[in-house]
C-alpha cells in the first residue's frame, strides 16, 4: 500500500470543475488564439508575396537595356509594391481587429467568475457585465495603433523597392547582368522558412528575407493589440474595483526572453495603473509601445487581471514538439532531470502500434519541461543522490491495480486511484507519476517537481519507510513554520497545506521544493531557501549561479 498521500486531501488544482480551473482553460485557449490569428496573418502576407514576386521579376524582365529606362521599371515595381503592402496592412488590421475581441471575451471570462474569486463580495453587475467594446481614448488608442502598423507593412514593402532599385541600376550600368539581378531580387523576396536548430533538434522555423520582416511586424502588432485592448478594459474594472491587480503571463519554451520568463511570483503582479518591470524596463502591459524593442519586439506574453484574494496564475508552457535535424547533427545534451525518469512496462512493452514511441517522446517532453535553470538542475542532482526516480505512467492505478476503482482515504465522495496524477511511494523513494500521451505537459511539471519535493522530504530523513524530514528536522521544521504563518506567502494559506498532522508539513515541504524548482523565489521564504541550500551543500551539490 503506498504511503503519503492515501490519507490527504486531493491537489487544490485537481479541482476540474473550479472557477479557477475554468479560467486557466480559458487563458490558455485565448493564448492558443492569439498564436492562430497571428499565423494566419503571417500566412496571408506570404501568399501576397508569392503573387507579388513573379509579377516584380516580370517587370525587371521587361526593362530595356538602357539606363534611361530604370525609373520606368521602379515606378511600376512600387505601384506593384503599394499593393502588395496595402494588403497587407488590411491583414494586419483584421488581425488586430480579432485579437481585440479576444481579449474582451477573455476579460468576460474573469467577470463572470469574479464572484467566486472574491469570495461573494464582488458580482458582475457591480463591474458592469460583460466588457462591451473600447470607447472614447482606447478606441481612438487602437485605432492609432492600427495606423502605426499599417506604415510599418508600408516600410518593409520600401524596403523591396531599395532592393529592386540597387539590382537594376547595377545591371544598368553593367555591373551585373540582368539575370543576376533578377536572382539578388527572387531570393531576397521568397517566401520561404528555414529550421530553428539547437544542439541537434528542430525547435521551430524562422523565415528569411521581407518575409521575416512582415512576419516580426505581424507578431508584435497583433499581440500589442491584443494587450492594450486588456489594459483599458481592466482600467475600465478597476475604477469600480479600487483593489484590482493585473499579472503577467509569460508564454514559455525555447524562444522566451529570460527577462520575461523570469515574470513569476511577486513581480508579476501589479495595481493595473502601475508599469510591471521587466528586465529593467518599465512596461504597462506585454508588448508596450513606449517600451524598448529588446523587450517587445515578438512578445507572446499576455496580462490578465486579478483580485488580492484570487490564485496566481502559473507561466504558459508551449510544448513545440521538437524534430530530429540533419542525421549527423550532435545529439541533444540530456535534460538534467531525464536521468530520474522510468518509464513504468506497461508503457515500455504496451503492443499498442505506437504507444512506446509516443511514451517515450512524452518522457523526453516532461524532462525538457522540468527545465536547466541553475535551482532545476540542484533539485533534480540532489534527488538523484538521495535515489528518487520518476515512474512514469498513464495512471497510478498501472503501478498498483489494486486501488482501481478505491476512494482514496479523507476525498470528496467518487474520487478514485485512478484519477490521481500522482503519488510519492514512501517505501521504496520512488515518485509515481501519470503521464499520459495527450496529457497537458504543464500539468505534468508541477506533478513531477512535487513529488520529487515528498521524495526528497523522506529521503533526508532516516530512508525509506521512515518518517518524513519535516516531521524531525529542526531547520525544515522551522522553515515550514514560517512559509504557514501570518507573514507566510498567499499559496501556504490554501487549506491543503493547513492540515493537520503531518499531512500539512509534508504537503508544504513539497510545493516548496516545486516552486524553488521552477524558479519561483518571491513565493519561498528566507528559511527554507537557506534549508535547501544548506542541504545542497551537505550532499556536495552545485547550484550553480542565477
Known sequence: MPVGHANLLPFPAREAVSPH?????????????????????????????????????????????????????????????????????????????????????????????????????????????????????????????????????????????????????????????????????????????????????????????????????????????????????????????????????????????????????????????????????????????????????????????????QKPQAPVVSDPSPEPAEPKAKRKRRPPAAKLLRRHSSLRKDPSSGRTKRAREQADKLAEGMGNNPEAVAVASLADKLGAKIIMVRAVTDIHPELAGVRPSGWPPGSTWDGVSGMHRGLDGHSVVAVGVDDRMERSVYTAWHELGHAIDNRLADGPGGPYASAINRKLKAAVGELRGKDGPQWAKDAYFRQKGFAGPQETTAEAVQRYATGQLDDLRPKFIQWIEGVFEEHGVKRGKS
Not at 460583460?130 to 487602437?142: A, E, Q, T
Not at 520582416?213 to 483599458?232: D, F, K, L, P, W
Open 21 to 309: 480551473a475554468a479560467y486557466r482553460r480559458a487563458i490558455l485557449s485565448a493564448v492558443r488564439d492569439l498564436d492562430k490569428i497571428t499565423d494566419e496573418t503571417v500566412r496571408a502576407f506570404g501568399r501576397d508575396l508569392k503573387r507579388l514576386r513573379p509579377e516584380i521579376l516580370r517587370i525587371m524582365g521587361e526593362q530595356p537595356g538602357r539606363a534611361a529606362a530604370v525609373q520606368t521599371t521602379l515606378d511600376r515595381v512600387g505601384g506593384a509594391v503599394d499593393r502588395w503592402a496595402a494588403a497587407g496592412g488590411g491583414h494586419l488590421r483584421a488581425g488586430m481587429d480579432a485579437v481585440e475581441e479576444r481579449a474582451r471575451t477573455l476579460t468576460g471570462e474573469w467577470v463572470e467568475r469574479v464572484g467566486e474569486f472574491s469570495g461573494d463580495a464582488i458580482t458582475p453587475t457591480q463591474i458592469g457585465g460583460m466588457p462591451g467594446g473600447l470607447v472614447g481614448v482606447g478606441k481612438d488608442n487602437i485605432e492609432a495603433l492600427k495606423v502605426a502598423a499599417g506604415e510599418h507593412v508600408a516600410q518593409a514593402g520600401d524596403e523591396i523597392k531599395r532592393r529592386v532599385a540597387t539590382q537594376a541600376r547595377a545591371a544598368a550600368l553593367g555591373l551585373i547582368s540582368p539575370q543576376e539581378a533578377m536572382s539578388g531580387v527572387a531570393e531576397f523576396i521568397r517566401p520561404i522558412r528555414v529550421p530553428i536548430v539547437r544542439a541537434g533538434m528542430v525547435v521551430g522555423h524562422r523565415h528569411i528575407g521581407v518575409l521575416a520582416r512582415a512576419e516580426q511586424i505581424a507578431r508584435t502588432e497583433v499581440g500589442r493589440a491584443y494587450t492594450t485592448a486588456s489594459q483599458y478594459q481592466q482600467t475600465e474594472i478597476a475604477e469600480r474595483i479600487p483593489e484590482l491587480r493585473k499579472q503577467w503571463i509569460p508564454v514559455v519554451d525555447g524562444k522566451t526572453r529570460n527577462s520575461h520568463a523570469k515574470m513569476v511570483g511577486k513581480r508579476a503582479i501589479v495595481p493595473v495603473d502601475k508599469p510591471f518591470t521587466v528586465g529593467g524596463a518599465s512596461l504597462m502591459h506585454p508588448v508596450d509601445f513606449n517600451g524598448p524593442a529588446h523587450e517587445v519586439v515578438n512578445c507572446r506574453c499576455i496580462s490578465v487581471p486579478m483580485l488580492p484574494t
